[in-house]
């Protein structure tokens, strides 16, 4: 039987890494196979595009349609490579970001035309479409203080998207909601600004009908 795709989504700072490694303990527990990866990147050649797309190194940041196609790019090299294969294995697989990313980010966030960002999806994941995406929803301004406390604990510094105003990351999470509106069926909002473990048991209930292919 085909693996379920599980897309986790939302703003800065709204724990999505965390709840990826808490859904795959709790799926092993039920000895289901299933593996974590990321966008961007998840595959040799997207981390690279990953360190052009975050770090600005060659000194010049990618215009708005470069950046939007270099996370395409980056996408399809994981859909080929990682999601498609585990999936026609039978592997779950939950991805930290995915489409809805780009849509809000380089769509909603940046102002390029929605419909056409949504149809180069299409082009992009070839037919590999999740079965459920979570929306770890969050106010922007908690998600910039969780992110704060993360910089000083480990010592890092903020890139390029984490740089962007206020008003970027509000559009980009009102963009979030309204996709999450025209999907309900693919989508699930859940209130990311709770502590992790009373989200990872929100994420539960909405991940458990699957296990039933429901
Ligand atoms: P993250 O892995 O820490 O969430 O960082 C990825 C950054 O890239 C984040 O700021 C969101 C941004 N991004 C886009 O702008 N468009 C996309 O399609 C994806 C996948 C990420």
């Avoid at 360190?51 to 000194?59: E, T, V, W």
């Avoid at 079965?131 to 998600?143: A, H, K, P, R, S």
Wanted: charged share 30%.
């Amino acid at each position: 039987m085909r693996g379920k795709f599980i897309t986790l989504e939302g703003p800065e700072g709204s724990g999505k890494s965390t709840q990826a490694k808490m859904m795959i303990r709790r799926l092993a527990e039920l000895g289901i196979e299933a593996i974590t990866t990321r966008e961007p990147g998840g595959t040799a050649l997207g981390e690279e595009i990953r360190n052009i797309l975050q770090h600005n190194q060659a000194g010049e940041a990618p215009c708005e349609r470069a950046e939007l196609l270099l996370f395409e790019a980056s996408r399809n090299q994981l859909v080929e490579k990682v999601i498609r294969p585990a999936l026609e294995n039978g592997t779950w697989v939950i991805c930290d970001r995915f489409m809805d990313s780009t849509t809000a980010y380089q769509g909603y966030g940046r102002g390029l035309p929605v419909d056409e960002v949504k149809a180069i999806h299409l082009f992009t994941i070839n037919d590999v479409t999740p079965d459920l995406t979570l929306l770890l929803d969050l106010e922007v301004e908690t998600g910039f203080e969780r992110i704060a406390e993360r910089f000083l604990a480990l010592g890092e510094s903020a890139d390029r998207f984490e740089q962007e105003e206020r008003s970027f990351h509000e559009r980009v999470r009102q963009g979030y909601l309204k996709l999450a509106a025209e999907e309900p069926d693919r989508f699930r909002i859940v209130d990311a600004s709770q502590d992790p473990k009373t989200v990872s048991v929100d994420i539960w209930a909405t991940v458990k009908p699957l296990l039933k292919g429901e």
